[in-house]
Antibody, heavy 122, light 110 residues
């Protein structure tokens, strides 16, 4: 059974840093692209970042470029999101999601974790 | 900047049919955007419904279907049930590793 479990959320002051983790199990982790998706309270879903199987390609939504870094440790079946210079508008539930990306034929998120809440407040 | 558009809200009667759409602020949605659809109830993680325009994810009832209607992607629910009352999101793949969510549609079944 595919499972994704996020951790690392919490309360942080504006300008602070936080590192989120996502523990993956039930599938061959290093065969899949992975993503972070967030949802601010009462708002819609927002794609945040993608990372290729070997970590060689990373993509970000403009609002987090230069502040957030997505990474992975395939030996530990883990996905990470390092968040620096946090702002109030980064407050959200952060989900990790497995990506199905197959050449020119498809792209979608097929499995999701339950999310971890990040609160940015003084 | 391109925005993915969805109806903010929609209502449908039990047993009725509803079509939610997913468009672009500029341009048309085609299968090349690999539109996908997700269902989310409050406090829960999203659930994948449809991918690659019209392929149902495993375990998704066949009352959910996807298509391209005109210049938009569409999610149709035929024979709506009470537990279909949820938020629905589309995702378009914009290329270059970038994907975008629509703003979501809150569906009420009443």
């Amino acid at each position: 059974e595919v499972q994704l479990a996020e951790s690392g959320g919490g309360l942080v002051q504006p300008g602070g840093s936080l590192r989120l983790s996502c523990a993956a199990s039930g599938f061959t982790f290093d065969s899949y692209w992975m993503s972070w998706v967030r949802q601010a309270p009462g708002k819609g879903l927002e794609w945040v970042a993608n990372i290729k199987q070997d970590g060689s390609e990373k993509y970000y939504v403009d609002s987090v470029k230069g502040r957030f870094t997505i990474s992975r440790d395939n030996a530990k079946n883990s996905l990470f999101l390092q968040m620096n210079s946090l702002r109030a508008e980064d407050r959200a539930v952060y989900y990790c999601a497995r990506v199905i990306r197959s050449g020119y034929s498809t792209y979608y998120f097929d499995y999701w974790g339950q999310g971890t809440l990040v609160t940015v407040s003084s | 900047q391109t925005v993915v558009t969805q109806e903010p809200s929609f209502s449908v009667s039990p047993g009725g049919t509803v079509t939610l759409t997913c468009g672009l602020s500029s341009g048309s949605v085609s299968t090349s955007y690999y539109p996908s659809w997700y269902q989310q109830t409050p406090g829960q993680a999203p659930r994948t419904l449809i991918y690659s325009t019209n392929t149902r994810s495993s375990g998704v009832p066949d009352r959910f279907s996807g298509s391209i209607l005109g210049n938009k992607a569409a999610l149709t629910i035929t024979g709506a049930q009470a537990d279909d009352e949820s938020d629905y999101y589309c995702v378009l793949y914009m290329g270059g590793g970038i994907s975008m969510f629509g703003g979501g549609t809150k569906l009420t079944v009443l």
